[in-house]
């Protein structure tokens, strides 16, 4: 499925997911999880858990894939935040932003997946709640369409996960059993 700008990326969205909320997975019911990252650690031990998980878990989904990376900056600060941690937009092999009112949206696409290439995303929503830096205060969205699921890392605490596939959502669940929030 070729994707070549904001109104092919919305429709395919729509198509995949449904009229889901772009900026939580919360409220969604059914065919979601959540899953805890950082538990009942402190401070950097809290931090490194949270990354440790996030990074099989993001592994699990997009290794040997490509990914969208849909970054909601809540503030003027977030894309200045992204980048100063690490994050090179510019670098995409696609790119889509634009206006929604109240904030900016950036979609990023990567032919090939790499932990590295969203650990800034990753670290500052991570690192936003607790105060440490680099933050930014930003939801995104790791979206894979081929096997459509959306990963949601909310803050230190956990990860919300999100498929269409009710098979594919069990897979999942078993997988990170043990991390589930319940």
Known sequence: MEIKNKADYDRIFLDMFGDISHNTLRNI???????DLGEDLEDESRVKQALKRSNSILDSFFKGKGIWLQIILWDDEGLKALKDAGLYPDM????????????????????????????????????YEMAFTPSANITCYFVDFEEPAIVNIYDDRGCDIYSPNREFVDVINARFSCWLNQ
Do not use: H, M, T
């Not at 019911?29 to 899953?35: C, F, L, W």
């Not at 109240?102 to 690192?127: E, G, H, M, T």
């Open 29 to 35: 019911k059914e065919n979601r999880i959540r899953i």
């Open 92 to 127: 995409a092999d696609k790119r889509f932003e634009w206006n929604r009112g109240d904030c900016n949206v950036i979609c990023l696409y990567y032919k090939q997946y790499s932990f590295r290439k969203v650990l800034p995303l990753a670290l500052s929503v991570i690192n």
